[in-house]
């Protein structure tokens, strides 16, 4: 696992409160991590999930889009799998990986300040607000960051407690110190 390049991802944000153009297509794949399921529409990936057990990523997929049907396409998606767990174990990737991102447009301006936080730095929930001009808004920055379900490519994992401690990650607050720690270690050797 390496420091990973966001400048792999197009971020391609839907109208706020759009919905994914369905059907949501997913795959899966193992990473350093753990198994990666991936969901795609027709506009790109719209979801990455990190966990240990692939059908609860999938239960967790259906979770995040439950009116959109879903279907299994692993030979068709192996392409984009292949890139993502490239991406995630190596920070390498053949192209471009294209994202469809939904959300409100709350959501979609804290997403935005986190792919702008720098490799092997963090944040706090309290600074993403006022870096949003909304310094009131810590409550809804923590809300934000648990809708994100494009694990890594958008780095929830960067955001910290304002002591500097970790807290809850979607996929695992194992993972996220992981990442954490590999990202400010290689940021140090650079």
């Given at each position: 696992?390496?420091?990973?390049?966001?400048?792999?991802?197009?971020?391609?944000?839907?109208?706020?409160?759009?919905?994914?153009?369905?059907?949501?297509?997913?795959?899966a794949?193992?990473t350093?991590?753990?198994?990666?399921?991936?969901?795609?529409?027709?506009?790109?990936?719209?979801?990455?999930?990190?966990?240990?057990?692939?059908?609860?990523?999938?239960?967790q997929?259906?979770?995040?889009?439950?009116?959109?049907?879903?279907?299994?396409?692993?030979?068709?998606?192996?392409?984009?799998?292949n890139?993502?767990?490239?991406?995630?174990?190596?920070?390498?990737?053949?192209?471009?990986?294209?994202?469809?991102?939904?959300?409100?447009?709350?959501?979609?301006?804290?997403?935005?300040?986190?792919c702008?936080?720098?490799?092997?730095?963090?944040?706090?929930?309290?600074?993403?607000?006022?870096?949003?001009?909304?310094?009131?808004?810590?409550?809804?920055?923590?809300?934000?960051?648990?809708?994100?379900v494009?694990?890594?490519?958008?780095?929830?994992?960067?955001?910290?407690?304002s002591?500097?401690?970790?807290?809850?990650?979607?996929?695992?607050?194992e993972?996220?110190r992981?990442?954490?720690?590999?990202?400010?270690?290689?940021?140090?050797?650079?």
């Amino acid at each position: 696992m390496k420091t990973r390049s966001f400048s792999t991802f197009k971020y391609n944000f839907r109208a706020p409160g759009s919905p994914v153009e369905g059907p949501i297509r997913f795959a899966a794949g193992q990473t350093v991590l753990g198994s990666v399921l991936i969901g795609r529409s027709h506009r790109g990936i719209c979801s990455i999930f990190l966990g240990e057990d692939p059908q609860a990523l999938r239960d967790q997929l259906g979770e995040a889009f439950p009116t959109i049907e879903l279907q299994a396409e692993q030979p068709l998606l192996q392409h984009e799998v292949n890139q993502i767990v490239a991406f995630i174990d190596q920070d390498v990737t053949e192209g471009v990986i294209n994202l469809d991102i939904g959300g409100t447009a709350f959501e979609q301006k804290v997403w935005r300040v986190l792919c702008s936080i720098p490799t092997g730095q963090t944040r706090s929930y309290s600074e993403v607000a006022r870096n949003l001009g909304a310094p009131e808004a810590v409550r809804a920055v923590a809300g934000a960051y648990a809708a994100n379900v494009l694990a890594i490519a958008i780095p929830c994992h960067r955001v910290v407690r304002s002591d500097g401690s970790i807290s809850g990650y979607r996929w695992g607050i194992e993972r996220k110190r992981a990442l954490l720690a590999e990202e400010s270690a290689e940021e140090s050797a650079v």
